[in-house]
Nanobody, 121 residues
């Protein structure tokens, strides 16, 4: 399973970015899809996630009201729309998927390579 991320970059405070992640390879089912981030010197933290039914979502308190997660189960993609960005949102953002490679496997976590988001003040 490969996760390809795109959409990171440099933006001024108050601006917007949209991150996209596409899963490819052999995967028969996907459970949760989401985004984590890791700032320098800090632990990786969950930013947002969405369950398979797309009605159960989680947002970190620090991004509620500013970030929106969405997914397309048919395309195996998950996006993160980030608005009103702040310098403290600066981090490497990682796509995270829990899925099965075959029906005989238990669901396992997969990670993207990470995409840098830098918000200047």
């Amino acid at each position: 399973v490969q996760l390809m991320e795109s959409g990171g970059g440099l933006v001024q405070a108050g601006g917007s970015l949209r991150l996209s992640c596409a899963a490819s390879g052999t995967i028969v089912s996907i459970n949760a899809m989401g985004w984590y981030r890791q700032a320098p010197g800090k632990q990786r933290e969950l930013v947002a996630s969405m369950a398979t039914n797309s009605t159960t979502t989680y947002y970190a308190d620090s991004v509620k009201g500013r970030f929106t997660i969405s997914r397309d189960n048919a395309k195996k993609t998950v996006d993160l729309q980030m608005n009103s960005l702040k310098p403290e949102d600066t981090a490497v953002y990682y796509c995270h998927v829990v899925g099965r490679r075959t029906w005989a496997n238990t669901p396992s976590p997969y990670w993207g390579q990470g995409t840098q988001v830098t918000v200047s003040s």
